[in-house]
């Protein structure tokens, strides 16, 4: 009995310095402002109303200092201080519990980092922060696609699709003949005789070299975590080059530039591109005789030989 006794004394002896620290740790925290949030990182669809929650946990003051900042963009600005809403949140927005923020109709441009700053005067620890990051959901609109519409057998083509109204950015994902295709056609069996890659970030599909299995109805659809949307199907043919076709209508119009080179030299060389004008002229304009000049030498008009006649 007297050796249980001792053991017991033992233990508590053990014990005492452990309550004494928790003790002194709880001392430490008396008077400590302290803040927590039930979700520091809420998602919301564009147009709906969320709560920014910021909560404090530990705090003597009755009455402390609130204020809310948005940083987005690198730029900091008031959203709640001297006990009303700033800036852009102004009429939509309100403090609510005491601490927290609630705003309406969010918009893409609420998408940033806020901060909860609580200043409680009458606490060892004054003051204490906690921030949030609020992403705003919004549907992607129909995107814009570019599909070639004819291309040769062989020849590289790339398929564009873009949307800039989504948030988070939209991925992208492509269609032929209503059948998704793979980011690799070399990855599926089925389009072993295609050769593209797709990217999903970017939105396009580049064909390194077609085959006549890549024609048909292409379309494009955009996706995020708000919704999706898809562009108006595009038809893409892929055709055989007439190598034949070709040259021959390349002889025919060599021969044609040949008969018209030689029709313009056979025109010059019988004269049908003289000036007969000019031919005319030279015929009502004789030149003046050589020898003769008269000139006046009195008043009566009378004229008189400058100098004879050359025989």
Request: hydrophobic content about 35%; overall charge neutral; some cysteine.
């Amino acid at each position: 009995m007297a050796l249980r006794l001792q053991r017991r004394g033992f233990q508590l002896c053990a014990r005492l310095p452990d309550f004494f620290l928790m003790l002194l740790f709880k001392g430490c925290l008396i008077g400590a402002v302290n803040l927590k949030s039930s979700n520091r990182n809420p998602v919301v669809p564009e147009f709906e109303s969320v709560e920014l929650s910021c909560i404090i946990t530990d705090s003597q003051t009755h009455n402390p200092r609130i204020e809310w900042k948005k940083i987005q963009d690198a730029q900091t600005t008031y959203v709640f201080f001297d006990n009303k809403i700033q800036g852009d949140l102004a009429g939509r927005a309100e403090l609510f519990g005491q601490t927290s923020l609630k705003i309406w109709n969010v918009t893409r441009t609420d998408s940033a980092l806020y901060r909860c700053e609580v200043v409680a005067r009458n606490d060892r620890k004054e003051m204490d922060e906690i921030v949030i990051e609020l992403t705003v959901q919004v549907k992607p609109v129909p995107p814009v696609c570019r599909v070639p519409k004819a291309v040769p057998v062989g020849k590289a083509a790339t398929l564009y699709c873009q949307e800039r109204e989504g948030h988070p950015p939209p991925h992208y994902s492509w269609y032929r003949n209503d059948l998704p295709l793979p980011k690799d056609s070399r990855t599926n069996p089925r389009f072993k005789n295609s050769s593209f890659l797709m990217n999903s970030e970017t939105g396009t599909l580049d064909f390194s070299a077609v085959h006549k299995e890549d024609s048909g109805r292409y379309y494009c659809i955009a996706s995020n975590d708000a919704g999706s949307a898809k562009c108006e199907e595009q038809e893409m043919e892929v055709y055989d080059l007439n190598i034949g076709g070709i040259i021959g209508g390349v002889l025919v119009v060599l021969a044609v530039l040949t008969l018209i080179t030689v029709g313009i030299c056979c025109a010059y060389r019988r004269g049908y591109f003289i000036n007969n004008k000019q031919s005319e002229e030279s015929y009502k304009n004789p030149g003046k005789p050589d020898g003769v000049n008269y000139i006046r030498t009195d008043e009566e008009g009378d004229f008189r030989h400058k100098s004879s006649f050359v025989i």
